[in-house]
């Protein structure tokens, strides 16, 4: 049983916590660290028997943690999970891992000396469907693959205080890339092998911040196919993915992570319609399975530190990811096609 503490307790903290509630026989949160204590938080902490702790330090300090779980802005990722590969834990980082090639790399070795599992939450890809998908290009199903495009909104950036780190540049750059559209990013790297370069435009509509909200995305693979990804902070939810191929289509669609929607909502509903269409026959449609895949994530993660099964996203391609995010946050400032290392 892997003991896991949350650090970083905001909405989506709440959300993984709240994923393991109902037992799991490999993972469990038994302690919480955020930087504010406020009565909601010793309320959370209470309902969910978990013992509060004053600082990241004393996280790291405690024996009875095996792992620590980092909800918290990407800019502090890299040294919380250098501290905790000095410490020997296991760390499972929210995304976005990090904006920078170099820190996914430091953070990534930090870890490998150690010894220690490296998770990260792209829960997306623990989906059925996404298997599905993956199983049907592998096999050829798709012929050759000429095209991937994914649209990811939400509205969770009207809701958003000023103070909130996703409403800081630094912290958000390039409107939805951090809250929506690494999931995206990762899936093409699933999907469809690694990145050579990309073309960014991202502006603001409606924000009167200092964050983007309509932002787009032009890749090409070094295998050869393009890629398309679309985010947009101010609208309605939704979420689509879809690969062309010489022999037809295949596309799934569901919702995002809408704040303020119930927490099985947000850990089970974010695949729906599912799509096939050969260049002979029939449309197939089907509705995709129930899954929490934010539990089925972190059950993988616990099953890897604990020596079993490595956990499917690789080192090397959580350093990918890292490295086509930095490329894109080039292209949106530089207006320019940037390469992608």
């Not at 792209?122 to 993956?134: Q, S």
């Not at 050759?144 to 958000?172: D, G, S, Y």
Request: hydrophobic letters at 40%.
């Amino acid at each position: 049983m892997i003991n896991a503490a949350i650090v970083g307790l905001g909405w989506w903290g709440k959300t993984l916590v709240e994923s393991l509630a109902e037992g799991s026989d490999v993972m469990r949160f038994v302690s919480l660290q955020t930087r504010t204590v406020s009565p909601d938080v010793e309320a959370f902490a209470k309902q969910y028997s978990l013992r509060l702790a004053d600082s990241y330090e004393a996280i790291l300090a405690d024996p009875k943690v095996n792992a620590v779980v980092l909800a918290t802005p990407p800019s502090g990722h890299m040294q919380q999970i250098v501290a905790a590969a000095a410490a020997g834990k296991h760390v499972f980082c929210e995304k976005p891992f990090t904006f920078s090639r170099l820190e996914a790399e430091t953070a990534v070795a930090a870890m490998r000396k150690a010894g220690r599992t490296i998770g990260v939450g792209y829960n997306r890809r623990f989906h059925p469907e996404m298997t599905k998908l993956r199983e049907r290009i592998k096999a050829g199903e798709l012929g050759v693959i000429q095209h991937v495009e994914c649209n990811m909104t939400f509205p969770n950036a009207l809701l958003l205080k000023p103070t909130a780190w996703r409403a800081i540049k630094t912290e958000a750059p390039v409107g939805g890339l951090a809250p929506l559209g690494v999931h995206a990013v990762d899936a093409m790297i699933d999907l469809c092998g690694e990145f050579d370069q990309v073309y960014c435009q991202s502006f603001a509509r409606v924000l009167q911040g200092e964050t983007d909200d309509t932002s787009s995305m032009l890749f090409r693979m070094k295998v050869g196919m393009s890629g398309y990804l679309g985010t947009v902070t101010t609208t309605g939810p939704g979420f689509s993915i879809q690969v062309f191929g010489s022999k037809g289509w295949h596309r799934l669609e569901g919702v995002t992570h809408v704040a303020g929607a119930s927490s099985e909502e947000r850990r089970t509903r974010l695949f729906g319609a599912c799509k096939f269409q050969p260049i002979k026959g029939p449309l197939e449609v089907w509705e995709a399975e129930k899954l929490d895949i934010i539990r089925t994530c972190f059950e993988s993660f616990a099953r890897a530190a604990e020596g079993g099964a490595t956990f499917p996203i690789t080192p090397e391609q959580i350093v990918h990811g890292a490295s086509a995010s930095e490329a894109i946050i080039r292209s949106a400032r530089s207006g320019q096609v940037e390469k992608i290392s």
